[in-house]
């Protein structure tokens, strides 16, 4: 089946630094979304692309939608302790139903 | 509180038993999707259902099935368990057929021993 290539698996980085991840498929994708899970939680969505180069923010998080179509990354500036969780990347493939296919995730740990 | 409703929120049972999860979506939401989450396969799509219609499928297993009730809950029935079966199960609503911007429960913990 299609797949999502989410890297880093995990990341544990020192409060306020910067962090970047990305997620890559060889299929082409017409929207891109990022999801977090917190420990104990169901997936929230916080940024959703819908356009090939879209960059789109929500607070400390930035998120951009490649140029090819078949990757997207998300930046998260200033890390702090409630940033700690499980990132997923989403999308929806051109053409089918349009169900979401997630990665596999990236967590994340903040050392206070 | 994303406004859907998974229950039980943890539930632990022997192999080749069956069992019911339930998911309440958000008002107003007809699409219900299920998902598994194992710490080795991430989020698996099993299976959606738009107003009581299944709609699309996944990865389901047939030893797996699920409904859409009028008034929109669904339930997942998993049976003849195995311990490989053992994860956490979502539920997810959305207001349309084809959803993106999916909001979902905070899970069914299954256990099986």
């Known amino acids: 089946g299609q797949q999502l290539n989410q890297s880093p698996q995990s990341m544990f980085i020192q409060e306020g630094e910067d962090v970047s991840m990305n997620c890559t498929s060889s299929?082409?994708?017409?929207?891109w979304l990022w999801y977090k899970q917190d420990p104990g939680e169901g997936p929230v969505l916080l940024i959703a692309l819908y356009k090939a180069g879209e960059l789109t923010s929500n607070g400390r998080l930035t998120a951009q939608f490649g140029i090819t179509r078949k990757d997207s990354f998300l930046n998260i500036s200033a890390s702090i302790p409630s940033d700690v969780g499980i990132y997923f990347c989403a999308g929806v493939l051109g053409g089918s139903q349009g169900n979401l296919i997630f990665g596999k995730g990236t967590k994340l740990s903040v050392k206070p | 509180d994303s406004g859907v409703t998974q229950t039980p929120k943890h539930l632990i049972t022997a192999t080749g038993q069956r069992v019911t999860l339930r998911c309440s979506p958000r008002s107003g939401d007809l699409s219900v999707y299920w998902y598994q989450q194992s710490l080795d396969q991430g989020l698996q799509f099993l299976i959606q259902?738009?107003?009581?219609?299944?709609?699309a499928k996944g990865n389901i297993l047939e030893r797996f099935s699920a409904q859409q009730f009028p008034d929109l809950h669904s339930e997942l029935n998993l049976s003849s368990l195995e311990l490989g079966d053992s994860a956490l199960y979502f539920c997810?609503?959305?207001?349309?057929?084809?959803?993106?911007?999916?909001?979902f429960g905070s899970g069914t913990q299954l256990s099986v021993l």
């Open positions: 259902y738009y107003n009581g219609e299944e709609r």
């Open positions: 299929s082409i994708f017409n929207t």
């Open positions: 997810a609503s959305g207001p349309h057929g084809r959803d993106e911007k999916l909001f």
